[in-house]
């Protein structure tokens, strides 16, 4: 759910009945700013990434203006990964533990995450399941979420997919998956637990050797688990194209009608609304450079009892610069639209990633990366982080059946 999260993903290794281990340590410092005028408020203001730290807030007792200054984290983040294959199943589990500092002893704090992936194919179908798992606090959660500013309470989220495909002919392909997403807090009184159920139908029929047509039907409920009752109902068919050119370029375009039905407690009676959907997903790969661009426009629920509605931009570009070097750059650019019970208007997250990866020796890779990011929440207030940090990779190929 955080894209923070995509330099996670680790390729499956390509040999056949190996497990692998890698342990991965990243740690640097960063430092934050708030930019614009803020109006006064009892907390501070939520943080721009997950390697951000909350900004102290002094109210000023003449004027009523909120000050900030600039806070300093240090974050060490110890990484557990491990990719398992055999010639039907592959596996992938990655761990990961942020242990926060600042010098603000109030803010520390130590958080989990997890992410699980495990497929299973046959001769005419596969099985999978995905899942996540966080507990972290708010100022690492709710980065792209709404106006609701209290950083440092804690945050638990679960989330499962199991999904199948089967081939219903040499030509003609049926993808089914289902999930559901649960958060949690601490404080339910400031940020709205909420679950989602969500389902997908993809029929998929090949026209040519590279090309080939789909349709879908997209569906989910979001409803809040605690405080005034809100249910959202979505659904969305779709069509698309997905092609191929010269093994270079694979491309997949999907749009669509979006219809909603929400429910909520406090309005009284129900109210339906009509929008559009859509996903494009590119991918272009040389012999050095390999690039991945993603563009939609979907629903994203929220923790103030809302469901906005998010355009999202995201590409990661790596380069191949010699056999132990290799740069990349991970951008990700959303805007969202907020028309809740506790916030309107819309959101911007920005975020630009440059990294240089050396490989020292067999299992065992350096990084430096440093990531820019800004936030603009709902009231037109503005913050900036800036973080470096360095990386070690030890790699273990020592699972072989």
């Known amino acids: 759910m955080l894209p923070i999260r995509a330099d996670w993903i680790s390729a499956p290794n390509p040999r056949i009945g190996l497990w692998s281990l890698q342990t991965v340590v990243r740690t640097g410092g960063l430092g934050l700013l708030l930019l614009g005028p803020i109006t006064a408020m ?41 990719n398992g294959n055999t010639p039907a199943f592959h596996t992938d589990l990655d761990t990961r533990i942020d242990v926060n ?7 520390n704090s130590v958080d989990g995450h997890g992410i699980y992936n495990g497929l299973y194919s046959g001769d005419r179908w596969t099985l999978g399941l995905g899942g996540t798992f966080d507990y972290d606090t708010t100022r690492t959660s709710e980065v ?27 030509v003609d392909q049926l993808k089914l998956s289902a999930g559901v997403q649960d958060s949690s807090y601490s404080n339910s009184q400031i940020y709205t637990p909420y679950r989602v159920y969500s389902t997908d139908v993809i029929y998929q029929r090949a026209v040519t050797s590279v090309d080939a047509a789909m349709a879908t039907l997209q569906g989910s409920r979001y409803q809040t688990e605690s405080g005034p009752s809100v249910t959202i109902d979505t659904w969305s068919p779709q069509v698309g194209w ?28 129900s109210t339906t609304d009509q929008d559009y ?7 272009y790969k040389l ?22 509605q998010s355009n999202t931009l995201a590409l990661t570009d790596t380069y191949v610069i010699q ?14 639209d907020y028309n809740g019970a506790a916030n309107s208007g819309s959101t911007v997250y920005a975020v630009l990633s440059p990294k240089l990866s050396y490989s020292l020796y067999r299992g065992v ?12 929440d709902t009231t037109d207030r503005y913050a900036t982080s800036n973080a470096v940090l360095l990386g070690v990779n030890l790699g273990y190929d020592s699972f072989d059946f």
């Open 323 to 336: 056999p132990r070097l290799t740069a990349s750059l991970y951008a990700y650019y959303q805007v969202s």
């Open 365 to 376: 890779d350096l990084s430096l990366s440093d990531k820019y990011s800004q936030r603009k």
């Open 277 to 283: 959907a859509f996903s494009v997903s590119a991918n």
């Open 101 to 107: 500092r600042y010098d603000l002893t109030n803010y």
């Open 42 to 82: 009892a907390a501070p203001v939520s943080p721009l990434s997950p390697l951000a730290p909350p900004i102290p807030v002094v109210v000023d007792s003449v004027t009523g203006t909120a000050k900030v200054s600039e806070t300093l984290e240090t974050v060490t983040s110890p990484e557990l990964l491990i």
């Open 287 to 308: 012999l050095q450079n390999t690039l991945d661009l993603s563009l939609s426009r979907a629903p994203n629920p929220q923790s103030d009892g809302s469901q906005t």
């Open 144 to 170: 792209t979420g709404s106006g609701v500013n209290v950083a440092g309470i804690r945050h638990r989220g679960l989330s499962l997919t199991p999904n199948t495909s089967v081939n219903l002919t040499p």
């Open 242 to 269: 997905a092609t191929s050119v010269a093994n270079t370029l694979t491309l997949t375009v999907l749009g669509g009608l979006q219809f909603s039905n929400t429910d909520n407690s406090l309005k009284g009676g």
